[in-house]
């Protein structure tokens, strides 16, 4: 029997870039898992990158890491985040992923010598990666966010693809939301529907009329500016959501609710609207609006430049200060320019996140010894972790010069280093320690303690390690190494420093697994420390 095709959900874009595409389809989603049904979230990015693995944050942002040890788009994030779930590599693949691998099908002489184009070859590839993991997965619905702009290059295979899928699924199956903006002229202030009007102009030129239009706005508008955009765009005024800025994002679907978009998708799609369960959803976002005391969080990297880069640690710090029964004032620190210790007084709590390169890491070090010395709370991630360890090294060990080989590949005290079996690699993309790993916690550990269990599972994203040679060392001058690799006892994976009120490192990726409704122990400890030092 053939599998039962799912129904297929098309979130786009238009007019500009960074509207809330991601955090649009994020809310969506949420909203039907909440009416009960299983959903598979895709992100469909049209670079030629074959991941995201070797972008830089100053253009695009995080990379985000699967349990499976894909170096995705950030947008994975905001569907983990919203959904409660961990995904995998079949919810995000590129245009360079689809070309190569239609090009070594070729190779391998797949096609019979046919000749090989865009259509129907490529848009092939592009609907088999939406449907075949769906009905492998047993879902129920499929969110596919098509990235980029309507009227881009790049987006068109994927739009066409979306179009084919329309006709072959039938319209009943398969539903279009647009997300737009209106524009303000200045100074006046007055609302101009034109852009939205061009931007569906467009999508219709592919081929796709919009089910929906998610407007983004500053407030929203009246009656004669919804029939002014239902009469220009043919979509029905009760499909035309207002979409104003939210004071979190977690009240986004809560706000699409109160427009009843969940039901009319559900309708449109002839698909029963079944009870809906957000109670928890509308108790923390209750709770997040009566907090009234706040902590001051330094977050100390080097893409401070651009504000995804350090997108997931930002959440996660917000996730654990709503457990905390705190508001987080993030203060993002450059660590190469700023002045670190005259910013360092005004912190809480310091957070150094993870990254690559030698840039900005004697900033770094500066914000650990602080935070060491005067007792500050302190949560090292990744990069973090491996700057505290040089820190301790270098201040408490009397190894004046340790260093990462990373960053100076002559040090005499080299307690960062790269894995032996990284040495040889030539290609970034794709060779690092990747993804999920088990780590065993030590009992009596303020980590094992946080975690309330013996083993757990981290993601991570890194080829340096501390140096085997320097363990002794380092445990001798009091510093714990209180998490090891499950398999392989040379990796160490967590640090802390007993004495101090929170001082814990992890060489894993935390941030990637934490959660609105379930925030990460890491993060709540170091926030209920600095709630305690406030």
Same mark, same amino acid.
């Given at each position: 029997?053939?599998?039962?095709?799912?129904?297929?959900?098309?979130?786009?874009?238009?007019?500009?870039?960074?509207?809330?595409?991601?955090?649009?389809?994020?809310?969506?989603?949420?909203?039907?898992?909440?009416?009960?049904?299983?959903?598979?979230?895709?992100?469909?990015?049209?670079?030629?990158?074959?991941?995201?693995?070797?972008?830089?944050?100053?253009?695009?942002?995080?990379?985000?890491?699967?349990?499976?040890?894909?170096?995705?788009?950030?947008?994975?994030?905001?569907?983990?985040?919203?959904?409660?779930?961990?995904?995998?590599?079949?919810?995000?693949?590129?245009?360079?992923?689809?070309?190569?691998?239609?090009?070594?099908?070729?190779?391998?002489?797949?096609?019979?010598?046919?000749?090989?184009?865009?259509?129907?070859?490529?848009?092939?590839?592009?609907k088999r990666r939406i449907v075949k993991p769906a009905e492998d997965k047993k879902a129920d619905i499929v969110v596919v966010e098509i990235g980029g702009t309507v009227g881009d290059i790049e987006e068109e295979p994927f739009l066409e693809a979306a179009r084919q899928l329309s006709g072959e699924c039938g319209e009943e199956n398969v539903s279009f939301i647009h997300v737009v903006k209106i524009d303000y002229v200045f100074p006046s202030e007055e609302e101009?529907?034109? /852009?939205?009007?061009?931007?569906?102009?467009?999508?219709?030129?592919?081929?796709?009329?919009?089910?929906?239009?998610?407007?983004?706005?500053?407030?929203?508008?009246?009656?004669?500016?919804?029939?002014?955009?239902?009469?220009?765009?043919?979509?029905?005024?009760?499909?035309?959501?207002?979409?104003?800025?939210?004071?979190?994002?977690?009240?986004?679907?809560?706000?699409?609710?109160?427009?009843?978009?969940?039901?009319?998708?559900?309708?449109?799609?002839?698909?029963?609207?079944?009870?809906?369960?957000?109670?928890?959803?509308?108790?923390?976002?209750?709770?997040?609006?009566?907090?009234?005391?706040?902590?001051?969080?330094?977050?100390?990297?080097?893409?401070?430049?651009?504000?995804?880069?350090y997108l997931s640690v930002v959440e996660a710090i917000k996730h654990a200060a709503l457990a905390a029964g705190v508001k987080a004032n993030i203060i993002q620190v450059d660590s190469e320019k700023d002045n670190i210790i005259g910013k360092m007084k005004d912190f809480d709590g310091i957070v150094v996140p993870g990254g690559f390169g030698k840039r900005g890491i004697e900033g770094k070090i500066k914000a650990v010894k602080y935070a060491r010395e005067n007792?500050?709370?302190?949560?090292?991630?990744?990069?973090?972790?491996?700057?505290?360890?040089?820190?301790?090294?270098?201040?408490?060990?009397?190894?004046?010069?340790?260093?990462?080989?990373?960053?100076?590949?002559?040090?005499?005290?080299?307690?960062?280093?790269?894995?032996?079996?990284?040495?040889?690699?030539?290609?970034?993309?794709?060779?690092?320690?990747?993804?999920?790993?088990?780590?065993?916690?030590?009992?009596?550990?303020?980590?094992?303690?946080?975690?309330?269990?013996?083993?757990?599972?981290?993601?991570?994203?890194?080829?340096?390690?501390?140096?085997?040679?320097?363990?002794?060392?380092?445990?001798?001058?009091?510093?714990?190494?209180?998490?090891?690799?499950?398999?392989?006892?040379?990796?160490?994976?967590?640090?802390?420093?007993?004495?101090?009120?929170?001082?814990?490192?992890?060489?894993?990726? /935390?941030?990637?697994?934490?959660?609105?409704?379930? /925030?990460?122990?890491?993060?709540?400890?170091?926030?209920?420390?600095?709630?305690?030092?406030?």
């Amino acid at each position: 029997m053939k599998a039962r095709r799912p129904k297929i959900i098309f979130v786009t874009g238009g007019v500009i870039s960074g509207i809330g595409k991601g955090a649009s389809a994020a809310s969506i989603s949420s909203l039907l898992k909440s009416r009960g049904y299983k959903i598979f979230p895709v992100k469909m990015d049209p670079y030629l990158n074959k991941d995201a693995g070797t972008m830089n944050p100053y253009q695009h942002g995080e990379v985000f890491v699967t349990d499976d040890g894909a170096e995705t788009d950030l947008d994975l994030g905001h569907y983990e985040r919203f959904l409660n779930m961990n995904l995998d590599r079949y919810s995000n693949f590129t245009t360079g992923s689809v070309y190569a691998h239609v090009i070594d099908l070729e190779r391998h002489g797949d096609f019979l010598g046919k000749t090989i184009q865009i259509i129907p070859h490529v848009t092939d590839e592009i609907k088999r990666r939406i449907v075949k993991p769906a009905e492998d997965k047993k879902a129920d619905i499929v969110v596919v966010e098509i990235g980029g702009t309507v009227g881009d290059i790049e987006e068109e295979p994927f739009l066409e693809a979306a179009r084919q899928l329309s006709g072959e699924c039938g319209e009943e199956n398969v539903s279009f939301i647009h997300v737009v903006k209106i524009d303000y002229v200045f100074p006046s202030e007055e609302e101009k529907t034109k /852009p939205i009007q061009q931007s569906v102009k467009l999508l219709r030129e592919a081929g796709i009329h919009p089910n929906f239009l998610i407007v983004r706005c500053k407030q929203e508008f009246d009656g004669d500016i919804r029939s002014k955009i239902a009469m220009f765009t043919n979509v029905r005024p009760d499909h035309i959501i207002e979409a104003p800025n939210a004071s979190s994002i977690y009240e986004v679907p809560l706000n699409f609710r109160k427009k009843r978009l969940d039901e009319n998708i559900l309708k449109s799609l002839r698909l029963p609207v079944k009870r809906l369960d957000i109670a928890l959803l509308q108790r923390k976002v209750r709770k997040l609006r009566r907090i009234a005391k706040s902590v001051n969080i330094g977050l100390v990297g080097k893409y401070v430049m651009n504000p995804d880069a350090y997108l997931s640690v930002v959440e996660a710090i917000k996730h654990a200060a709503l457990a905390a029964g705190v508001k987080a004032n993030i203060i993002q620190v450059d660590s190469e320019k700023d002045n670190i210790i005259g910013k360092m007084k005004d912190f809480d709590g310091i957070v150094v996140p993870g990254g690559f390169g030698k840039r900005g890491i004697e900033g770094k070090i500066k914000a650990v010894k602080y935070a060491r010395e005067n007792k500050v709370p302190f949560l090292g991630l990744c990069l973090g972790f491996q700057v505290a360890v040089i820190e301790y090294a270098r201040h408490v060990c009397g190894l004046t010069r340790a260093n990462s080989t990373e960053f100076d590949p002559r040090t005499p005290n080299p307690a960062i280093d790269i894995m032996p079996s990284q040495k040889n690699v030539k290609d970034l993309g794709g060779t690092m320690r990747l993804g999920a790993w088990d780590m065993e916690l030590v009992k009596g550990t303020k980590a094992r303690d946080l975690y309330g269990k013996d083993v757990v599972s981290e993601r991570h994203r890194h080829r340096y390690e501390v140096n085997p040679e320097y363990h002794d060392v380092l445990e001798k001058n009091g510093l714990v190494f209180s998490g090891w690799a499950k398999d392989d006892d040379r990796l160490a994976d967590m640090i802390e420093i007993p004495s101090h009120p929170f001082f814990v490192g992890t060489q894993a990726h /935390p941030e990637f697994k934490s959660r609105f409704l379930v /925030p990460h122990p890491l993060f709540v400890g170091l926030l209920k420390a600095a709630a305690r030092k406030k």
